[in-house]
Each structure stands twice: as structure tokens, then as C-alpha cells.
């Protein structure tokens, strides 16, 4: 909390007006805008974080969402890069070795296939999109 608190801090005292930053364990969306301030923690865990400011707002958010990464450099496709037709989008149920999204590197397709059962919650990257290595292209939650 105290490196939340330091972000805050720091924000407040900026010319910003917008402000988002996203790590591993969770996500803070900033504003001067709205007046609004709401923190999610380990999930559906709710702590009010109003302060004396009622013109910010805070969105920290951490899901239990498991996220597919990347495992190379490269033109993400959620599209059949054959017919054009969507693989997956949110709302879908995936199953485990389900092709999810095509990574195009260096002229070779590769299949991204889903590790698990889920539904899509998240798709990260656009069709036709670079992405990067080890970037998060999808969020899927898990179906129990």
C-alpha cells in the first residue's frame, strides 16, 4: 500500500490529468476528471480510498484472470489468417489446445493454443497488431 500511496502522492502533485500504470499484481488507473475512487484488491476485496481531493479517482484492479503471453516477437492475429474469420472474442469458451490467436514471425504462422478451459475476458492486442514478447495478448477465466 505504501508504493500505492507513493503513486498517489505523486500524481496529485503532477500537471497530469490521466494517469495509468499496470504491473504484475495490479493495475492503477488515475484521474483528476471524475470523482469516483475505488480499489479492488486480491479480488472482490473492496477498500475505499477517498481522499480530501474529490475531483480523483483510483482504479486498482487485480483479477484472477490467467493471462497468455507472447512467446514471441511478432504480427498477433485473432482472425484465420486464411478466411478472416475470428478465432475467438470476449465472451467465447475456450477449451484446452484450442487455437486462440496466430503469431506471425518472420514469415511462419504460429498457433497460439489455450492451456486451459475458460472464457475469453480480455483480448489485449488488436488483430494485425505487434506485440512484443511476453506480452499479455489475452486474459481467460478459468471455468471451474
Do not use: H, R
Not at 477498500?47 to 481531493?53: A, F, G, S, W
Not at 472464457?119 to 477465466?141: A, C, F, G, P, R
Amino acid at each position: 500500500m505504501e508504493k500505492i500511496e507513493k503513486v498517489m502522492e505523486l500524481f496529485q502533485n503532477s500537471n497530469l490529468s490521466d494517469m495509468e500504470l499496470e504491473l504484475d499484481e495490479f493495475k492503477i488507473k488515475m484521474s483528476k476528471n471524475t470523482q469516483v475512487q475505488l480499489v479492488e484488491v486480491n479480488s472482490n476485496e473492496y477498500i475505499n480510498t477517498n481522499t480530501t481531493q474529490q475531483s480523483e479517482s483510483i482504479d486498482i484492479v487485480e483479477n484472477e484472470y490467467q493471462k497468455i503471453q507472447s512467446k514471441l516477437v511478432g504480427t498477433f492475429f485473432v482472425s484465420n489468417v486464411a478466411d478472416g474469420n475470428l478465432l475467438v472474442q470476449v465472451g467465447d469458451c475456450v477449451v484446452e489446445g484450442q487455437v486462440i490467436g496466430v503469431i506471425e514471425a518472420m514469415k511462419v504462422m504460429n498457433e497460439i493454443k489455450s492451456p486451459f478451459n475458460g472464457t475469453v475476458k480480455k483480448i489485449n492486442s488488436k488483430n494485425n497488431q505487434l506485440v512484443q514478447y511476453d506480452e499479455v495478448i489475452m486474459e481467460i477465466e478459468l471455468n471451474d
